[in-house]
């Protein structure tokens, strides 16, 4: 059994979470990983991306000048890629960029990612995070408290905390997920990760059979 350090609010070491060695100690694979990254910032591309070719801007119709005489070259439409305001010769066309990974590759990818971060003692437990109002400076307070002098944190709550959502959205290099959104590409680039102490049961429930 892994142990990760639970954290209280004010960063006080308050005692040892028992995780699974099947989420967080698993032999770590970094093909999978980047497989699951390159996958992750394909799906978020729109793919809405268009450009015209000559057929579609407007012009064209007449012969600019006649074939022979004039001393120019020959042009036989203003929409041509060659001609200014004309078309592009190949255009970007909207396209899906969906990389499909199967689970088990999805979830190898996860797990190898969260073993190297408990292996480089990147990762704690907190007891509670919750907040009684939105405010950005005494959520600041706590992160503080808990992860010292990191630039790039990853918090998972149990459930959507709204208010601590809503005070740290902002700060940057800080993302606040509820676990069930959890994947390999912020768990990869994150500094450090936190979770919850019920967050980290509810990711051994989804998992661990």
């Known amino acids: 059994m892994k ?3 639970l954290l209280n609010k004010n960063g006080e070491k308050i005692g040892k979470v028992d995780v699974s060695d099947f989420i967080f100690g698993t032999e770590i694979n970094t093909h999978v990983i980047y497989e699951a990254i390159k996958s992750y910032l394909a799906n978020q591309r729109q793919g809405t991306h268009k450009g015209k070719t000559r057929s579609e801007v407007s012009g064209g119709g007449k012969k600019p000048w006649r074939q022979k005489g004039t001393g120019r070259a020959r042009a036989g439409s203003n929409t041509s890629p060659v001609w200014k305001r004309g078309g592009m010769a190949f255009p970007p066309k909207p396209r899906d960029y969906t990389i499909t990974l199967p689970k088990q590759v999805k979830r190898l990818a996860l797990f190898s990612s969260l073993t190297a971060k408990v292996n480089e003692n990147n990762i704690v437990a907190v007891d509670d995070l ?5 405010k950005t400076k005494t959520a600041l307070d706590i992160l503080n408290k808990i992860v010292k002098d990191q630039k790039k944190v990853v918090i998972y709550t149990e459930d959507s905390n709204k208010n601590l959502f809503l005070s740290l959205r902002n700060v ?6 509820p676990v069930q959104n959890i994947n390999t590409y912020d768990v ?15 990711l051994e429930e989804v998992y661990v059979k």
């Open 130 to 134: 919750s907040l009684g109002e939105i």
């Open 3 to 5: 142990e990760i350090a």
């Open 172 to 177: 940057p290099g800080v993302k606040v997920n």
């Open 188 to 202: 990869h680039y994150s500094d450090f990760v936190v979770f919850t102490e019920k967050a980290l049961k509810k």
